[in-house]
Structures are given as structure tokens and as C-alpha cells.
């Protein structure tokens, strides 16, 4: 079995899904409205779909609980390409929670998507 999708709620789907396409690489599959819901794409074609909370699902957006519930991972091939993508990020004027650093067996950073989504970004030793 393999993971198709994630559906992370934002109050700003334009935003959000300009920032995954700049700041992350992934490819833009479609947006339906001028801000409605986006799919995006990784390039091991996992899709990111970007939408406005759902009442009737029990959805809600980070933003309205006031909180991070979740957060996403992306795992890198070397500790230069976290370096890499720390620079591009950082380049993109997002919220930073600390530059790389080593942590729990890899190297790592946080920072923050529109919407407050926690994002990781790291690697981590094979073995």
C-alpha cells in the first residue's frame, strides 16, 4: 500500500500552494477557483492537496484551533541538501523555527508554511 494524498487545511490556499511550489519544488496539478482547493505534487508523486476546512468533515484550520495538530516531513538525501533547502527556504521569507542542526539521529530544521502547517525537513544516516 502505498500513501496517495494529504489534505492540509488553510485559510489561504493561494499562499500556501505559491509557497510549495517555490520554497519545496512540488509541481502544480490544479487549482480549482482563485482560491479554492490545489493539488500539488512531489516528485515521488505523493499529492498535497491545499483546501479550506470542511465544517461538515470536522475540519479546521490550524489558524482557527490555534494550534499545530500535525506537522509534515520531508527527508533529503545528505546533510547538505538540508543545508540547501534551509538557504531556499529562508530565501522564500519563511518563518524559520531554527537554522540545522543535529537532533534525535539526523539533521533538521522547522519552519512554517502559510497556515502555521509545521513543516521538518531533514535527513538522517542510513544504517
Not at 479550506?52 to 490550524?62: L, P, V
Request: with cysteine; net charge negative.
Amino acid at each position: 500500500m502505498r500513501l496517495n494524498h494529504l489534505d492540509l487545511h488553510v485559510p489561504d490556499v493561494a499562499a500556501t500552494r505559491d509557497f510549495f511550489v517555490s520554497a519545496f519544488g512540488l509541481s502544480e496539478v490544479e487549482t480549482r477557483g482563485t482560491n479554492g482547493l490545489a493539488i500539488l505534487r512531489d516528485d515521488a508523486g505523493l499529492e498535497l492537496v491545499v483546501s479550506h476546512a470542511i465544517e461538515k468533515f470536522g475540519g479546521a484550520d490550524t489558524v482557527a484551533v490555534g494550534r499545530n495538530t500535525y506537522h509534515i516531513g520531508f527527508i533529503l538525501p545528505s546533510r547538505e541538501a538540508v543545508d540547501a533547502q534551509y538557504e531556499r527556504v529562508r530565501a522564500a521569507g519563511c518563518e524559520i523555527a531554527h537554522p540545522p542542526a543535529a537532533m534525535r539521529g539526523g539533521w533538521l530544521f522547522y519552519c512554517f508554511a502559510p497556515g502555521r502547517i509545521l513543516i521538518e525537513v531533514g535527513w538522517r544516516p542510513s544504517g
